[in-house]
């Protein structure tokens, strides 16, 4: 929340999510959503839960959260239901969350593949995870992150990503894309 | 060639279902269908009823397409309870099975005699034609008209076997196209008719009526129609009332009316209402004024002809206007026998799927979808009935009628009962209903079917080729599907669950065979799974635009491992009962489906993919019992995101019974 209200033409104006999808869709940059604290590399055998523990924790201290347990759990509730894994090896856990106003988001590479405990023939090797305000005018915007970053991590980019070794390099391939 | 394994989320198979791709047609082409037939008889009806009844013809002919008003209005009504309608279905459901077999026995004697007595006459109008122009061609060669008349027949029923075959939609075309020359032909005859009436002035049918003991049947002995004056009238009446023939077909043709369906099915109904009247009336009436009672005789068989060269006008000008009556009269009668392979063809359709009809004879074309063993059925005892004639229009024409009185007579003895056992309201009812003690009672539905009853028993005594031949046949037709229900009895005991409809299904192996189908500017993408949560699908047909939309309707199989990659896709039960739904949605709202099933591993992949193969700007969804409308949504962003090649923008909506989401991605 803090970090998010730092960018102010980024935060999520009640206006935004009323509007069309492309007007919404054109002023959202994924890599604006991003930082060095926020693009992780985890450490080799951990597991799906763990990697998701790990950037959970780091969202919440990027935005000044300190009860980061309770985005952790509903992003693991979340995780309990449809799965959030495609098949281009991007997994996308995500929670709509009570008491923030703009999108929080974070990034873990995983150099080696981990599975997908609900569906073991998809490995995961980027995951994006992101909390979003639970207010029905976010929604559409929700949405749109879910789409426009499935869309945007596409394999040649999660092959690029996986190379990296630092945060910065990864978002400046994410903003270079983006562009 | 199949794909190889893959673990990504793939379609592995796609099957569209041919016969499921409804097109609708206007009241325009449905109206001409009909008129085909009805219409047809004005070529043929003065001679025969003028030889029955005498010179008194031409008014009972124009008397019995005023009543063709009523009959309308009874199809109209019993058509907007059932698209399926027809007198078979209006009569199984309020009166039974027996008597709605024997309804529909008698009335596929009268659809066998159409195509039999329209060919054969259009044969005898051209071999009169043939007969007139060849001595003034100085060609010393005539032929026989019975015998070219049977051949010719076989010929045009050949014809329209074949176009059956290859579906509805391109013959009901040459239905227009017919129509609007008949349009041509109707003005130049009351052009010129009018001129010869200046000329030579215009004497009135008179009103009186010549029997033969022929005409009064088993009534000749009595002279009963000298005892009673009315008997007299209803007498000449019945034997007028071949006119009517035809008026079944807008009720099998209503099912593929376009929307909106009654507005619709109300226009074609006064539109073969004012056709009929303006042509078969009037012609009757100026054939019988003009032609001089000298040389009347001479084209008993092709009277129109001779209405042609009975005007005013130089002898080369007449003979042009006779083959322009010719060409047309032997375009529109062929176009009845084309009406009643269609009209057959429909009601056999009903039949089997009530599993009366033995289920092999519902077997689908491969390359055209058409019920092609029914369309042979027919245009077999079609080519019977002309071989057995052998070109006799008089013996045709006598026994024709017997299975128009009697579809009528027992339809409107259907709609009148079902007024009483089903009271729920109607969306057109038959006009003259007299409200007391809280129930609408159809008076005007009781008097048309007494008036028909009373035309049909009159018709029973007097017209004994028709009571004979038509008995036999509706006996050996009642016969034969009681034995073949009683042979289909699983079959039945399926269709008592609901009936399932044939479908053809093409396969291809990847989902750019849909693209083929669409040609419209938009196109909508409905997901359906359940056949009891439909309900979105019909908020969508509602408001769809046929004309500017293309709508797939679209179901995933969802198979995991090896079975999906070499799957031959037949549909099962759930997948039969799920299509044959959407297909009677269609057809109630008249607006065109294309129907998709894919076989894949992961749902939300299949209807994406589909989605972006078929180009869809909106993707529609019904609420599910297993997911909330949140995660559905959110899992349909991510693999559309995940598979979008370009950055067209999507509306995906989620439509439930009280519930609409709507999001532009």
């Avoid at chain 1, 300190?66 to 995500?94: C, M, Y």
């Avoid at chain 1, 999660?158 to 990864?170: G, K, L, M, R, Y």
């Avoid at chain 2, 001089?292 to 092709?302: C, E, L, Q, S």
């Avoid at chain 2, 099933?597 to 969804?621: D, K």
Wanted: aromatic content about 10%; some cysteine; glycine content about 8%.
């Amino acid at each position: 929340m803090g970090w998010f209200q730092k960018k102010p033409s980024r935060s999520l104006a009640p206006d935004a999510a009323k509007t069309s999808s492309s007007r919404a869709s054109k002023g959202l940059k994924i890599s604006s959503l991003l930082c060095d604290e926020t693009v992780l590399f985890p450490a080799e055998g951990q597991d799906k839960a763990a990697v998701i523990e790990a950037l959970a924790r780091a969202v919440c201290r990027r935005a000044a959260i300190a009860d980061w347990t309770v985005f952790l759990n509903k992003v693991l509730e979340r995780e309990q239901g449809i799965s959030t894994t495609l098949d281009t090896g991007l997994s996308l856990p995500h929670a709509r969350m009570d008491g923030i106003d703009g999108i929080l988001a974070g990034v873990a590479v995983l150099k080696t593949p981990i599975p997908d405990p609900k569906q073991s023939d998809l490995s995961i090797r980027v995951m994006f995870l992101f909390f979003s305000p639970n207010k029905q005018e976010a929604f559409s915007l929700h949405l749109q992150l879910l789409r426009g970053v499935s869309s945007l991590f596409q394999p040649a980019l999660i092959d690029q990503i996986t190379a990296a070794s630092t945060p910065s390099v990864v978002l400046e391939l994410v903003r270079k894309l983006e562009a | 060639m199949k794909p190889e394994p893959c673990p990504g989320r793939r379609v592995t198979e796609v099957v569209v279902l041919n016969t499921a791709m409804l097109t609708f047609i206007s009241f325009w082409h449905a109206g001409a269908i009909v008129l085909c037939d009805m219409a047809s008889t004005a070529w043929y009806i003065g001679g025969i009823v003028e030889t029955a009844i005498g010179p008194a013809a031409p008014w009972f002919i124009v008397g019995v397409m005023f009543f063709a008003a009523p009959v309308l209005a009874l199809y109209v009504e019993g058509s907007s309870m059932f698209v399926r309608g027809g007198v078979y279905k209006v009569v199984r459901e309020s009166m039974g099975g027996t008597l709605a077999k024997v309804s529909v026995s008698a009335l596929m004697f009268d659809y066998v005699l159409t195509g039999a007595i329209s060919s054969v006459s259009a044969g005898q109008y051209l071999a009169g034609l043939v007969n007139s122009a060849f001595p003034r061609l100085s060609i010393h060669w005539s032929v026989d008209p019975k015998l070219f008349s049977v051949a010719f027949a076989l010929a045009v029923v050949a014809y329209f076997w074949r176009q059956n075959i290859r579906g509805i939609e391109e013959s009901s075309d040459k239905a227009v196209k017919i129509m609007s020359l008949v349009g041509v032909m109707a003005v130049v005859t009351f052009a010129w008719s009018a001129y010869t009436i200046a000329v030579r002035g215009f004497h009135w049918p008179s009103f009186e009526t010549r029997f033969t003991p022929e005409s009064l049947g088993w009534l000749a002995s009595g002279q009963w129609h000298k005892r009673i004056g009315l008997l007299g009238l209803v007498i000449a009446y019945g034997h007028a009332f071949l006119g009517m023939s035809g008026v079944e077909t807008l009720a099998q043709v209503y099912r593929e009316m376009e929307a909106p369906k009654l507005v619709n099915l109300k226009r074609a109904a006064l539109l073969i209402f004012f056709s009929a009247l303006v042509l078969t009336g009037s012609v009757s009436l100026l054939a019988e004024g003009l032609i001089p009672d000298a040389i009347r005789g001479r084209y008993t068989d092709n009277l129109l002809s001779g209405l042609a060269m009975s005007m005013a006008g130089p002898h080369w000008a007449l003979l042009l206007l006779q083959a322009f009556v010719v060409l047309v009269g032997v375009l529109i009668l062929s176009g009845a026998v084309n009406t009643s392979i269609m009209g057959s063809n429909g009601v056999m359709n009903r039949l089997a799927e009530d599993g009366i009809m033995p289920e092999s004879l519902r077997h689908l074309h491969p390359r055209f979808g058409t019920t092609h063993r029914m369309i042979n059925t027919v245009v077999v005892l079609q080519a019977l009935t002309i071989v057995l004639c052998r070109g006799d229009i008089y013996l045709l024409g006598e026994a024709y009628a017997f299975g128009v009185i009697w579809s009528f007579v027992f339809k409107s003895a259907a709609v009148l009962v079902l007024r009483f056992k089903d009271r729920s309201p109607r969306l057109w009812r038959f006009p003259l209903n007299l409200r007391a003690g809280g129930f609408d009672w159809p008076i005007g539905l009781a008097l048309l079917f007494l008036t028909l009853l009373a035309i049909g028993l009159v018709n029973f005594t007097t017209k004994k080729v028709a009571t004979v031949s038509g008995l036999s046949f509706t006996a050996f037709f009642f016969v034969l599907f009681t034995i073949s229900e009683r042979i289909n009895r699983r079959v039945a005991a399926r269709a008592s669950a609901g009936h399932q409809e044939k479908f053809n299904l093409r396969q291809a192996d990847d989902l750019s065979v849909i693209r083929a189908e669409i040609d419209k500017p938009n196109r909508l993408l409905v997901a359906v799974r359940d056949p009891n949560n439909l309900y979105h699908l019909n908020k969508i047909l509602e408001t769809l635009d046929s004309e500017t939309t293309d709508l797939v309707v679209f179901t995933s199989r969802i198979r995991t491992g090896l079975g999906l990659i070499d799957e031959t896709v037949v549909m099962d039960h759930d997948e039969q009962k799920l299509f044959t739904r959407i297909l009677e949605l269609a057809e109630k709202s008249g607006k065109s489906v294309t129907p998709m099933l894919v076989v894949s591993n992961e749902p939300f992949y299949a209807i994406t993919q589909a989605a972006q193969a078929v180009g869809a700007s909106e993707v529609v969804f019904g609420v599910s019992a297993k997911l909330s409308t949140d995660v559905q949504l959110e899992r349909l962003a991510m693999t559309w995101g995940s598979l979008q090649q370009d950055k067209k923008q999507v509306r995906f909506r989620i439509i439930g019974p009280g519930v609409e989401h709507v999001v532009d991605l």
